[in-house]
């Protein structure tokens, strides 16, 4: 049976990868990224690429952004009355600028609370057996609640991560148990 499926982070890696594969299996297909021109882009390459191609959308939204991530829940839910998978596979590590507009380490600000802000606001949408996967990394590290608030700048990209990463997997497992 096709599947309504949430992508983030997919116009490369992991994400279009994934992509492919959910699309060419005939499942519908809601692309997220950053970039209009790569979602663009994402759109032709799964539209030329496959046979018996499922429905594709796609939503533009800068993660690092709390408000986009709203105004992307609201577009999502504006449009679809069901969802059955969110796959939060957005991430960064390595940026030019490290504090977002919101005052945050975008590390943190991407890679953990983005996901749980989306999810919270798409759970509505989603039935009892809807599933959540929160692509993580074997790179952990002990959570600073401050760094995770944006009160304690981190300036080691890698500490920054393994930290969001860490932060990710731990709201996974509570919202697993919830």
Do not use: C
Request: charged share 20%; glycine share 6%.
């Amino acid at each position: 049976m096709a599947k309504r499926i949430l992508i983030t982070g997919a116009t490369d890696g992991i994400g279009l990868e994934t992509a492919k594969r959910l699309y060419s299996e005939g499942h519908t297909v809601l692309l997220h990224g950053r970039s209009a021109e790569k979602l663009a882009t994402t759109e032709r390459t799964l539209a030329n690429g496959s046979s018996g191609a499922g429905t594709i959308y796609s939503y533009r939204a800068d993660l690092s952004r709390r408000a986009e991530v709203d105004s992307l829940a609201d577009a999502i839910t504006k449009e679809h009355d069901q969802l059955d998978v969110i796959i939060n596979n957005a991430g960064v590590m390595r940026v030019p600028e490290t504090i977002t507009q919101d005052g945050l380490d975008v590390r943190f600000a991407v890679n953990t609370i983005a996901p749980y802000l989306l999810t919270k606001r798409l759970l509505p949408i989603m039935s009892p057996t809807s599933r959540v996967i929160n692509l993580s990394s074997a790179a952990q590290a002990p959570l600073e609640m401050d760094a995770l608030r944006g009160k304690k700048r981190l300036l080691e990209d890698m500490q920054a991560y393994a930290q969001s990463k860490l932060a990710l997997t731990m709201w996974n497992n509570a919202l697993a148990t919830s």
